[in-house]
């Protein structure tokens, strides 16, 4: 086992949404299991402005799951595929721009300073039989309130396999 932290990084559109929700669920997951040291957790978005808090939905159901989401958005950077070991990807638009990023170009393929991150829907952590738009966790923006209570729902058991399926590769 490893002594150094398992990287997990959540990522979104805007990072405003949900991949700061997730990576507030996952963190507070792995500290009921006492595994929070075993993890570096972070969020970003591949078209995020830096320094927006996380919106009023998420900040609402978060705190009426217990969660105190305080948070501000950052964009995903190519490094951020190299430097975490687990890149979880919350709709297939967003993993189809970071495969745009990863693509490589006329020069050759985009290497990084170290072993690329895996890269995975985080619905199909959850759910690996799902297709369609069931590997989707929508954005609730436009929904009300029942659409980001659907989203943590959605998260919480994606987060909870995601821990399950993480915990063993976390170091002692």
């Excluded at 297939?92 to 890269?119: D, K, N, Q, W, Y």
């Amino acid at each position: 086992m490893s002594e150094r932290p398992v990287g997990v990084l959540f990522v979104c559109y805007a990072n405003i949404v949900r991949s700061p929700l997730a990576a507030a669920v996952f963190t507070r997951l792995a500290a009921a299991r006492g595994l929070a040291s075993r993890f570096r957790i972070d969020s970003a978005g591949v078209a995020a402005d830096p320094g927006n808090p996380a919106h009023a939905g998420s900040i609402r159901v978060a705190a009426d799951h217990g969660l105190a989401l305080v948070h501000s958005s950052r964009p995903l950077r190519r490094d951020d595929l190299f430097d975490f070991d687990e890149v979880l990807v919350l709709d297939r638009l967003v993993a189809a721009e970071i495969r745009r990023l990863t693509a490589g170009s006329a020069f050759g393929p985009i290497a990084g300073p170290g072993r690329p991150a895996r890269i995975r829907l985080l619905a199909a952590v959850a759910a690996p039989a799902a297709r369609g738009a069931d590997l989707d966790v929508a954005d609730p923006v436009r929904s009300g309130p029942e659409g980001f209570l659907a989203a943590y729902q959605q998260i919480a058991r994606a987060c909870a396999a995601l821990l399950d399926d993480l915990a063993g590769k976390a170091g002692p």
